[in-house]
């Protein structure tokens, strides 16, 4: 168990630096990070967040394709410099749906690993909620990642945050220091996408 957070963490380390960079490789290393994670977490007991690392697998085939598509319109419309950052603009209906699908989904999925476990299920997830705000909150920001928002850093601080606090509580150390380093990452990550970015609809 400990070898493998070692191993997130230092993985983990890798994606925020080509993340903040906007390097499609950091789709590739989200990948080994993600199935690691997926081990960590269930072995934990932390179902939710077992669920997240597994969405984190599936949309890094998604961000690949989407980044490279991004790149290329941008490329055709205008000269990329290598530290270019390609942006979508985030819209007030996406903000709202996201808002939406957030709490509606906190509090299903908190129900639900609830029901299992009374059903036999499942093994008691000890922090529910909480583990259920993080996936949530951490799936929305993936997605809106994937889309090359730049507010999706705002999310990530908080889902961050979060997240530290809930590894904290389990004794999860190599994890609750990996996503340290992820909210101090978030905020440079802000500041560079402001810096570099270029709107695509510009």
């Known amino acids: 168990m400990d070898f493998l957070q070692i191993f997130t963490l230092v993985t983990g380390v890798i994606y925020i630096v080509l993340e903040i960079r906007q390097k499609n490789f950091m789709w590739v290393v989200g990948i080994a990070t993600s199935l690691a994670g997926m081990w960590v977490f269930f072995r934990q007991g932390l179902y939710a967040s077992f669920g997240l690392n597994t969405y ?11 980044w490279r598509r991004n790149k290329t319109a941008l490329s055709e419309t205008s000269s990329v410099g290598h530290d270019t950052i ?37 093994a008691e997830n000890p922090m529910s909620l909480l583990d259920s705000a993080v996936a949530v909150l951490s799936a929305v920001a993936t997605w809106w990642l994937v889309k090359s928002y730049r507010e999706q850093w705002w999310l990530w601080i908080v889902a961050d945050a979060m997240s530290v606090t809930l590894c904290a509580m389990q004794g999860m150390w190599w994890m609750a220091a990996l996503y340290v380093i992820y909210i101090v990452s978030a905020f440079y990550g802000l500041l560079h996408w402001k810096k570099r970015g270029v709107y695509l609809d510009d």
Do not use: E
């Open 56 to 66: 984190y697998f599936i949309t890094a085939f998604i961000g690949l394709w989407q």
């Open 86 to 122: 390609v942006l979508n603009r985030l819209s007030w209906k996406t903000v709202m749906i996201s808002a939406v699908v957030t709490v509606i989904g906190v509090v299903a999925l908190s129900w639900g690993m609830d029901c299992l476990h009374d059903s036999g299920l499942l």
